[in-house]
């Protein structure tokens, strides 16, 4: 079973900017598509960014442009930077796999002033 791992969270104003980093155990790491999601409070968890196992990109329109997920199969360690940050981007951010695995701990963004 693969255990994700998140961090790089925090508080920033808004127009600031994050990079967050997962850490995935196990050996399989470079043959999957890689999603970062998140959690707004009372809100459904949403498919931020994904990158595949070629290094093909997807985003979420509303981040599209803001955010670049990106990977280093060598560290089995997925990223998201995120810059122009909006209070809309506040929430609990999480990595997972394609298909899923079990979801770790995520780590807190606030954009506020």
């Known amino acids: 079973q693969v255990q994700l791992v998140e961090s790089g969270g925090g508080l920033v104003q808004p127009g600031g900017s994050l990079r967050l980093s997962c850490v995935a155990s196990g050996s399989m790491f470079r043959i999957y598509t890689w999603r970062w999601y998140r959690q707004a409070p009372g809100k459904q968890r949403e498919l931020v960014a994904e990158i595949t196992s070629g290094g093909s990109t997807n985003y979420a329109d509303s981040v599209k442009g803001r955010f670049t997920i990106s990977r280093d199969n060598a560290e089995s360690t997925i990223y998201l930077q995120m810059n122009s940050l909006k209070p809309e981007d506040t929430a609990v951010y999480y990595c997972?796999?394609?298909?899923?695995?079990?979801w770790g701990q995520g780590t807190q963004v606030t954009v506020s002033s």
């Open positions: 997972n796999k394609r298909p899923l695995e079990s």
